[in-house]
């Protein structure tokens, strides 16, 4: 069994920053992919950012670019999100997914969702 745990999601003004945390533990060989997505109310849920454990890379939306930063802790199977220049249409559900390996298969996992609002 594994778990995803998000935190650090809140209340904020247009051009404030939060910072976004997700751990992944339980049943866990490696850790291929960990990503933030988020969902809008009435919206599809989409990719904010997400990164390769091994070697890094990232990606990001471009909605996202030059204000967001991911980031990983690989001994903690852990992600963080950096928000910066926060705009009201940030406001959403941010899930944090982790696509694991476990005995040979692959497995991608959902935290809970933590709640981010920007107000304006």
């Known amino acids: 069994q594994v778990h995803v745990v998000e935190s650090g999601g809140g209340l904020v003004q247009a051009g404030g920053s939060l910072r976004l945390s997700c751990a992944a533990s339980g049943s866990i060989d490696s850790i291929n992919v960990m990503g933030w997505y988020r969902q809008a109310p009435g919206a599809q849920r989409e990719l904010v950012a997400s990164?390769?454990?091994?070697?890094?890379?990232?990606n990001y939306a471009d909605s996202v670019k030059g204000r967001f930063t991911i980031s990983r802790d690989n001994a903690k199977n852990t992600v963080s999100l950096q928000m910066n220049s926060l705009k009201p249409e940030d406001t959403a559900v941010y899930y944090c997914?982790?696509?694991?390996?476990?005995?040979?298969?692959?497995?991608?996992?959902w935290g809970q969702g933590t709640q981010v609002t920007v107000s304006s």
């Open positions: 997914n982790a696509n694991i390996r476990h005995r040979g298969v692959n497995y991608s996992y």
């Open positions: 990164i390769i454990i091994g070697g890094a890379r990232t």
